[in-house]
T-cell receptor, first 113, second 115 residues
Framework: KAGVTQTPRYLIKTRGQQVTLSCSPI?????VSWYQQTPGQGLQFLFE???????NKGNFPGRFSGRQFSNSRSEMNVSTLELGDSALYLC????????????FGEGSRLTVL | TQLLEQSPQFLSIQEGENLTVYCNSS?????LQWYRQEPGEGPVLLVT?????EVKKLKRLTFQFGDARKDSSLHITAAQPGDTGLYLC???????????????FGQGTILTVHP
């Protein structure tokens, strides 16, 4: 069973630009969550999608958005990038239960210059 | 807001030593999970504890959930270099203790086991 795939793995952007990250969940998983990981704040929840609907959202500004497609693949977008957005962005898939196991991808490391 | 505090933040030990990592909260959690993350990879689930007082063993790793479901511990016996990594505790982070894909993570414990 293929794992969670995130692309790109690494990217460098400059302040003010926008970025789109992609996540392909494990086959059969309909829930996709996104997390931001930084040395200072640790892992913080961004949002969760299930069957193309956002079911849960963390405390991040509106510059962070996401969507899910009918095949469960998900994208997240960050607009007007700031230096503080430099982080590892992790995607996790799950079958959709309330507190089930999350299967994480390897992450997309974003550096904002 | 439910918070999880882990201690210690850093642990550097020699192969063969034992260690314990703690995860504490002032809130009650319906369950707690422990993940391990290695450099360049995403976290991988080690165990989920659900019942207060529960003890689960995974080879040399022993996990315990506090009776009041506010704390948990991870004990590693005879640590090996392969145990090196970031250990994270996590609990359902939604209102009322439920969540959809949302986990509240502790800050993590960076473990280094020297050969």
């Amino acid at each position: 069973k293929a794992g969670v795939t995130q692309t790109p793995r690494y990217l460098i952007k400059t302040r003010g630009q926008q970025v789109t990250l992609s996540c392909s969940p494990i086959s059969g998983h309909r829930s996709v969550s996104w997390y931001q990981q930084t040395p200072g704040q640790g892992l913080q929840f961004l949002f969760e999608y299930f069957s193309e609907t956002q079911r849960n959202k963390g405390n991040f500004p509106g510059r962070f958005s996401g969507r899910q497609f009918s095949n469960s693949r998900s994208e997240m977008n960050v607009s007007t990038l700031e230096l503080g957005d430099s982080a590892l962005y992790l995607c996790a898939s799950a079958q959709g239960q309330v507190t089930g196991e999350l299967f994480f991808g390897e992450g997309s490391r974003l550096t904002v210059l | 807001t439910q918070l999880l505090e882990q201690s210690p933040q850093f642990l550097s030990i020699q192969e063969g030593e034992n260690l314990t990592v703690y995860c504490n909260s002032s809130s009650v959690f319906s369950s707690l999970q422990w993940y391990r993350q290695e450099p360049g990879e995403g976290p991988v689930l080690l165990v989920t504890v659900v019942t207060g007082g529960e003890v689960k063993k995974l080879k040399r790793l022993t996990f315990q959930f506090g009776d009041a479901r506010k704390d948990s511990s991870l004990h590693i016996t005879a640590a090996q270099p392969g145990d090196t990594g970031l250990y994270l505790c996590a609990g359902p982070g939604g209102a009322g203790g439920t969540s959809y894909g949302k986990l509240t993570f502790g800050q993590g414990t960076i473990l280094t086991v020297h050969p």
